[in-house]
């Protein structure tokens, strides 16, 4: 579909980005736009995500101060570097695309082997000011190679400011080795938890059931089309046994709970991240004997990237996204925006300039 978007002109002067101070705290800073390299693209943020790591930081679960976070992030582009080439998939002027904001070095050894979710050596960036930047994508603007922009053509950009956890959660289903016909249990029904829902049936799985304690969360699951739901409790009896168990969920006992419910020869795969200190003990016969693989998934790389801009551009999880914005705020009002992704139970929250009203 071709744009109706009039290419804005290359802007100039100085943009806002959000820092989170302290606990609690976020401010507006005034800093120079970014000044784009040859490879590199401007684009002019319409949405941003607030994802886990940014709850961390403005909870103070994770204290780095100051910080400008806002990793999930689409928009238009407004300006090409010299060297950007306009070839079939190059974003272009006018374009939306997602952007992908992590680096990776791509000489240390993992980067070498095509797994450069656990690159060695991410590079840090930082503003002008020296502030550390964890994407600064609660921003005007942002730089990032045209390399690590996805054109999604022109659907809501509430969606395809989803296409970094999209790109995560492609990643955790093609480790998984999930096909089609594969029963699916998904422990944790909220954001994590439902895309992994959406991408399972979209590719062709036999059954997607969620698992969750949340009884909203499990009747907007069944809403949302899951063809069962159930508590921790209840997963066994009502689920059965899965070819395939994703634990998108953190809470001590869900580990145990996979084990339990994947039948032999299945996969159970640990997205969610854990805390340091929950440990497990198993009978290990168990997992030679049933053939039971365990996967550990933590980021994205490149081509999940490429696959989940194809997903959002064919519009196959439009609807299944649209569920999943719980609101949508200005930068003006990222405070708000960081109280409620914060403190209460969210799918995404979205902050940037078409807040969609
Ligand atoms: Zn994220
Ligand atoms: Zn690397």
Request: charged share 20%.
């Amino acid at each position: 579909m071709a744009s109706t978007a009039v290419p804005p002109a290359v802007p100039t002067g100085d943009m806002q980005v959000a820092v989170v101070t302290g606990v609690g705290e976020v401010e507006l800073r005034s800093e120079p736009l970014p000044v784009i390299g040859a490879q590199d693209i401007l684009v002019r943020v319409g949405a941003c995500g607030l994802c886990t790591m940014e709850r961390r930081l403005f909870s103070g679960e994770k204290q780095i101060y100051p910080v400008a976070p806002g990793h999930e992030v689409a928009g238009r582009v407004v300006e090409v570097g010299e060297q950007v080439v306009a070839l079939p998939g190059t974003p272009r002027v006018g374009d939306l695309v997602a952007v992908d904001l992590l680096t990776r070095c791509g000489t240390c050894t993992t980067c070498r082997r095509g797994r450069s979710a656990v690159c060695r050596q991410p590079q840090g960036s930082a503003l002008a000011d020296g502030t550390i930047s964890m994407g600064a994508g609660l921003a005007d603007f942002v730089r990032v190679s045209a390399s690590q922009a996805y054109v999604t053509g022109d659907i809501p950009v509430a969606q395809a400011a989803m296409g970094e956890p999209l790109a995560c959660v492609v990643h955790s289903v093609r480790l998984s080795g999930m096909l089609a016909g594969d029963r699916v249990a998904v422990l944790g029904a909220g954001y994590m938890g439902r895309l992994h829902h959406a991408l399972c049936r979209a590719w062709g799985a036999g059954s997607v059931g969620l698992v969750d304690v949340s009884s909203s969360r499990l009747e907007e699951a069944a809403d949302g089309g899951a063809d069962w739901t159930a508590t921790p409790q209840t997963a066994g009896d009502i689920g059965g046994k899965a070819d395939i168990v994703f634990v998108t969920a953190a809470a001590a006992g869900l580990f145990e709970l996979a084990v339990e419910i994947c039948d032999s020869g299945g996969t159970i795969v640990l997205y969610s991240a854990f805390p340091k200190d929950l440990t497990g003990s198993f009978g290990l016969d168990h997992f030679h004997h049933e053939e039971i693989t365990v996967a550990g998934v933590y980021s994205q790389e490149p081509q999940d990237w490429r696959i989940a801009a194809g997903l959002l551009r064919s519009g196959a999880l439009s609807d299944d996204l649209d569920r999943l914005v719980t609101a949508r705020y200005s930068l003006e009002t990222v405070a708000d925006a960081l109280q409620q992704a914060t403190h209460t139970l969210v799918y995404r929250v979205l902050v940037g300039a078409d807040t969609g009203a």
